[in-house]
């Protein structure tokens, strides 16, 4: 089974057991290496709106899956009992996402330096700001929405 086959399994996993809507949205990761990680929602009644295009709602969750599921590999990487919650949550949404919408995190490489230095300074809680963009590209390259999540995390030794 190649590597994205896996995370795609243990993301559908991670909806069915603990987030429903992550299930229910059924988002894949397109690409996942060390700089990007890439996550498609497809456009259908499951995420769209009343104005067929994606309601904020799934894009919401799926900047929190771009982001999250990230932060979640370089923790599961490390091996280390690192803890992860979000502190806060914005969203500039700039135009209609009208198909299938991808979620970009391009700091997947600072994330890994990050969880680095939470897990050498134990018991401390740590901030970092994750900047997720979403755009249409079977449309255009524009971004059709920028969401900031300030993930914190904390290793327990």
Request: with cysteine; glycine share 2%; hydrophobic share 45%.
């Amino acid at each position: 089974m190649s590597s994205l086959k896996k995370l795609n399994f243990f993301l559908k996993s991670f909806g069915l057991t603990k987030v429903p809507m992550i299930l229910f949205m059924n988002p894949k990761i397109l690409v996942c290496n060390d700089e990007l990680m890439e996550i498609k929602v497809p456009l259908n009644w499951r995420t769209k709106n009343h104005l067929n295009s994606m309601y904020f709602g799934a894009l919401c969750a799926a900047a929190d899956v771009a982001g999250g599921f990230s932060a979640m590999k370089v923790i599961e990487e490390s091996k280390k009992n690192v803890h992860l919650s979000f502190k806060s949550f914005s969203a500039e949404f700039l135009l209609r996402a009208e198909a299938d919408t991808h979620f970009y995190f391009y700091d997947v490489k600072k994330l890994n330096e990050f969880v680095q230095d939470v897990i050498a300074n134990p018991n401390e809680r740590k901030e970092m700001m994750l900047n997720i963009s979403a755009k249409c590209p079977s449309i255009n390259e524009k971004e059709v929405a920028k969401f900031k999540l300030l993930l914190s995390l904390k290793y327990k030794v």
